[in-house]
């Protein structure tokens, strides 16, 4: 639905892979290997924003 430059913006949005999970697993009821890459993007996300969070962190 949406345009192509759109999608691929959408790349970068913790919330596209979510949703691509939540819709492999209910919408296709797809397996634990349909959804490795969504997962594991989501974990690059939550290591990279931790990372970030932990250097902008002053410490007392």
Known sequence: MLPDALQKI???VTQSWAM???TKLIAEGG???DILLPIT???VFAATFL???L???KYV
Do not use: D, H, P, Q
């Open 10 to 12: 959408a790349n970068f």
């Open 41 to 43: 993007m989501l974990l």
């Open 55 to 57: 250097s902008k962190m």
């Open 20 to 22: 691509a999970v939540f």
């Open 51 to 53: 990372s970030i969070g």
């Open 31 to 33: 397996s634990t290997g």
